[in-house]
C-alpha cells in the first residue's frame, strides 16, 4: 500500500486549502486513514481520522469547526479541508492508512495505530 499526499502550499492567514491522498491497492474502503502534521522541532500531531465506512470523524479541537476530513472509496482518496488558516497550522502534514476489515466504523487517533504513511505535504501559512 502506497499513500501519495498533496495539496500543500504557502497561503495566508485566512485562507483555505484542501489536502488530498491517493492509496494505492484494492481495498482502500477497509482502511481507516487519518491525517497528522509535524511542525519544525515538534511532534508529529494528530489532526484528523475518518472510519473505513466514511460514517465516522473525529478531529483535533484546534482545527475543530475549520476543518473536514472526507473520502471517496471509489476513487481511494481522502481529504481534508481546512479554512481560516492559521500560521499555527504550518506544518508537514502526513496521511496515513490502518488496515481494520472488521472494524469499518472506528476511527484512530494514534500515530503508533497507522500501518502506512504517505510522505508529508508542506503547508505554510503567513500572517
Known amino acids: 500500500v502506497q499513500l501519495q499526499a498533496c495539496g500543500g502550499g504557502a497561503v495566508q492567514a485566512g485562507d483555505s486549502l484542501r489536502l488530498s491522498c491517493t492509496v494505492s491497492?484494492?481495498?482502500?474502503?477497509?482502511?481507516?486513514m487519518g491525517w497528522f502534521r509535524q511542525a519544525p522541532g515538534k511532534e508529529r500531531e494528530f489532526v484528523a481520522t475518518?472510519?473505513?465506512?466514511?460514517?465516522?470523524?473525529y478531529y483535533v479541537d484546534s482545527v475543530k469547526g475549520r476543518a473536514t476530513i472526507s473520502r471517496d472509496n471509489a476513487k481511494n482518496m481522502v481529504y481534508l479541508q481546512v479554512n481560516s488558516l492559521k500560521p499555527e497550522d504550518t506544518a508537514d502534514y502526513y496521511c496515513?492508512?490502518?488496515?481494520?476489515?472488521?472494524?469499518?466504523?472506528?476511527?484512530?487517533?494514534?500515530?503508533?495505530?497507522?500501518?502506512?504513511w504517505g510522505q508529508g505535504t508542506l503547508v505554510t501559512v503567513s500572517s
Open positions: 491497492g484494492r481495498t482502500f474502503s477497509s482502511y481507516a
Open positions: 475518518i472510519s473505513a465506512s466514511g460514517e465516522k470523524t
Open positions: 496515513a492508512a490502518r488496515l481494520v476489515p472488521y472494524s469499518r466504523s472506528s476511527y484512530y487517533t494514534g500515530p503508533k495505530l497507522y500501518d502506512y
